[in-house]
């Protein structure tokens, strides 16, 4: 495997001068050390190491630093990891086949309220690409609302269980979203839908995604992206050492926001920004928690805790959701 090496960039999503640094190296430690205690109160003695993944196991490195844009306001590592060992370790990200499934099966029934709002914004079911679709748990629910859904992810063991799991009614092809949409005439414009849940703010070059996804929609296509809310993450991190920090950690780790296991943080504006020049017009954004990731190794309380917190995070979001955890973006591809 290629050994990380990193670079210094500008902002992905505006091109300004690096930004102010919002976290540096010994912070987000510090932070991974407070994840890595969270969980060890809340798992049950014994619990096997496969489960631990996305909870204090991460395919992304921990950052060595975090910058926040000035002008557009996204939250974005700098340095950064280049593009080749960002790939390599999706690509070679080895789960058990037994976790892959239970998480399968946790997802596809919350991606069900997914299925439903793309249908809403779009006005009709129709084709759908999911990229990144890992597990297959989104293919699953929109497949069962009357999608005709495809997705393509880089993972070979991911994908052997989204085939097993959704069956032949759903094509799903080992590729990236790059290769895929490369095809030109195969899939240009095919698609009246691409949702990309949980990913885009792990891809390289969130400007030349949201540029190809463009090209694989038909006039008046949707572009669903669910991304971690920035300015929630900077916000809420600000008071982890203060009086109300044991509320802030339990904000930022349900929601897998501590030590901030990801490459992009959006905000409303920063999509805007992203979207707009490139012929969208954002129509929905929605506030929202991350998915139930409590199993049978967590401990009773802390399942209730989770689903407590997430419960009362959802009826407080707005429909511009400043301050959710997690924003779901719907875009419409102009004419």
């Known amino acids: 495997m290629t050994t990380a090496t990193y670079e210094l960039t500008a902002c992905p999503v505006c091109g300004h001068a690096p930004g102010d640094t919002l976290a540096d190296g010994d912070a987000l430690r510090a932070e991974q050390e407070r994840l890595w205690a969270f969980h060890d109160a809340r798992l049950r003695p ?42 390599e ?63 393509i992810d880089i993972n070979a063991a991911a994908l052997a269980v989204a085939r097993e799991a959704v069956g032949d009614d759903v094509e799903v092809e080992e590729a990236d979203l790059d290769g895929y949409a490369a095809r030109g005439d195969t899939v240009a414009g095919a698609f009246d839908a691409v949702a990309v849940w949980n990913c885009f703010e792990q891809l390289p070059d969130p400007r030349g995604a949201a540029h190809r996804t463009a090209a694989l929609l038909g006039a008046g296509g949707v572009l669903a992206l669910r991304v971690p809310n920035g300015a929630f993450y900077a916000a809420i991190r600000e008071r982890l050492d203060g009086p109300l920090g044991p509320v802030a950690e339990r904000l930022l780790a349900h929601n897998n926001l501590l030590a901030f296991p990801y490459r992009h943080g959006f905000t409303p504006g920063s999509l805007r920004r992203l979207l707009e020049p490139l012929g969208f017009e954002v129509v929905r954004v929605y506030g929202d928690a991350l998915v139930p990731i409590a199993d049978e190794w967590t401990r009773p309380w802390a399942a209730w805790e989770e689903r407590l917190l997430k419960g009362a995070l959802r009826l407080l979001a707005g429909d511009e959701a400043e301050w959710a955890p997690w924003l779901e973006v719907y875009a419409r591809r102009r004419a």
Do not use: K, M
């Open 89 to 151: 370790a999706y690509a070679d990200e080895a789960v058990e086949a037994d976790a892959l499934r239970a998480l399968h099966d946790t997802q596809r029934d919350a991606y069900g309220a997914q299925a439903e709002r793309l249908e809403e914004v779009l006005g009709r079911r129709g084709r759908v690409l999911e990229v990144g679709s890992y597990v297959g748990g989104f293919l699953a629910a929109a497949a069962r609302r009357g999608w005709r859904a495809t997705g």
């Open 46 to 87: 014994g619990v096997p190491v496969e489960r631990l993944v996305d909870r204090v196991a991460f395919s992304q490195r921990l950052p060595l630093g975090l910058a926040r844009c000035a002008q557009c306001t996204l939250v974005y590592r700098n340095p950064r990891e280049r593009d080749i060992a960002l790939r």
